[in-house]
Structure formats: C-alpha cells, structure tokens
C-alpha cells in the first residue's frame, strides 16, 4: 500500500462525452487534479473516410460494408490507423489481413499468445517479427512484416524506458522496458514465426538466415525440424513434448 498511488477523491465535475472529445482541452477537478469519469454504457464512435463508415463500439471496430467489411478489436484499430493514416488504402490492407488472419484459422494454424511473444522479445532482444497478418502482430515490436510486405519499422534508441500498460481497450501495449534499451539505428534481430508463414516465405526467409546470425525460429511442426538442422541452426529451447513448440537459432553454442 505504501507505494500505491494517491487515491482519487470524489469530484463534481461532469463532461458530456461525444467524439473527438478526448483530442479537446478537459477541465480540471475542483482540487485542480485529474478525475475518473465512469460511462453507463459503452459510447459509440463514427469515423467516415471516403464512402467508408468506421463504427467503434465495446471494444469493436467495423468496417460496414457489403464486399470488403471487417471488425478487428478497436485497439488494434488505433494502433493501425496511427502507423498507416486514415485512408481507403488503410481500409483495404486491414481486409486483406483479416482475409489472411482467416485462411491461417481455417489451417489450424494459431498464433502464439501475447505474453510468449513479450517473452521472446526479452529473451532473445528481438526487435523484428515476421509471418504474421498486421492485425494479429503486436505493436510492442518496433518492426512487423509477413512475406514481402513491411507492416510498420521504427528505429530503435538508447535510454528509451519500456514498460507494459493497458490501453482504453484493455488490450496491453508496450510502452517501455529497461532490458531493451540500445543504441538508434536498423532492426537487428527478427523472431521468425514458422508456422504462420508459406512455403515461399520460408524459402526465401532461409537464404536471409544463412547470411546472418540475429533471428530465431519459433514453430511448432516437426516436419521443419530435418530442413533446419541441415542448414546448420540449432536447437535453443526445448519445451514440453506434448506442447511440441520450438524456438531456434543460428550459431550459438549449446542447444
């Protein structure tokens, strides 16, 4: 308790919420602090672009339309219209990356879970991923892309503190971890997710990783397993049989 934040007192003040309130100047509690506001019901928020209506709603952001409609979760939403802007072109890749998100389920094909991704990052300083649909890659890695398409790539800087947090939507974000820090400049090492990317993409992905030693592989198909040790890379982590998920990597000692 001693280190838990001051408590927010009970305030008068009341604002009517509608869009584009949040980017206005809010007024202060009557202590002259920030205050809590709580909603009855989730608001909904309309963005129009073009001939294309945008809805968010509890959590949910949809496109309405009759041949190229999506809903995605509205963080993701956020996330992707910030990096890319809000144009038809924005619209039509999140299509297709819902399309490519739906062929990858239709497979069986599951993308590992946020926290195993968050760890893979630490683990190994992974800045890069790669063979996910922009839709379903974190925003915590500085750098996202699926075969030959770039999805987002900031540069990396020294001292940047980074952490995890919640977002309006309670989805979690990464904003800041002492263990990344390093110096500005190009993504170095790039976690390659195997199962989640074509035959194409793996054929051209292995040429990419004979010619550098900052990546590792995570899969789940032994079938990959022959194809890898004859390239030379090894095992760096074994984990329970009947999990069968692998992570590996090239030139280091040790399995």
């Known amino acids: 308790m001693a280190n838990h934040p001051p408590r927010v007192q009970d305030s008068n003040t009341r604002i009517t ?3 584009d309130s949040l980017k206005e100047s809010l007024p202060t509690s009557d202590n002259g602090l920030g205050w809590v506001q709580i909603q009855q019901k989730s608001l909904r928020w309309e963005e129009n672009i073009q001939d294309s209506t945008i809805i968010t709603h509890e959590g949910l952001t949809t496109l309405a339309h009759p ?4 809903t995605i979760a509205s963080g993701t939403w956020n996330a992707l219209r910030a990096k890319w802007g809000l144009t038809s072109e924005t619209l039509q890749r999140i299509y297709e990356s819902c399309t490519s998100q739906r062929q ?3 497979v ?3 993308i590992p879970m946020r926290h195993i991704l968050q760890t893979i990052k630490r683990v190994w300083q992974v ?8 839709i379903a890659a974190p925003t915590f890695f500085p750098k996202a892309s699926k075969n030959k398409d770039i999805w987002w790539e900031t540069k990396t800087s020294l001292n940047t503190p980074r952490d995890e947090s919640e977002n309006e939507s309670g989805e979690t974000e990464d904003v800041g971890d002492p263990s990344d820090e390093q110096e500005e400049g190009d993504i170095k090492t790039t976690a390659y997710l195997w199962d989640s990317m074509d035959e194409e993409d793996r054929e051209d992905t292995m040429d990419i990783l004979k010619q550098s030693d900052e990546w590792v592989i995570w899969k789940s198909k032994d079938k990959w397993t022959t194809l890898l040790k004859a ?3 090894h095992q760096l982590l074994y984990i329970k049989k009947d999990i069968q998920e692998d992570c590996w990597g090239s030139k280091i000692k040790g399995w």
């Open 231 to 233: 390239a030379g890379f």
């Open 108 to 110: 069986n094909v599951f």
């Open 67 to 70: 041949d190229r409609g999506w």
């Open 17 to 19: 919420l509608r869009e």
């Open 104 to 106: 990858l389920e239709t």
């Open 127 to 134: 800045e890069g991923l790669h063979g996910l649909p922009a």
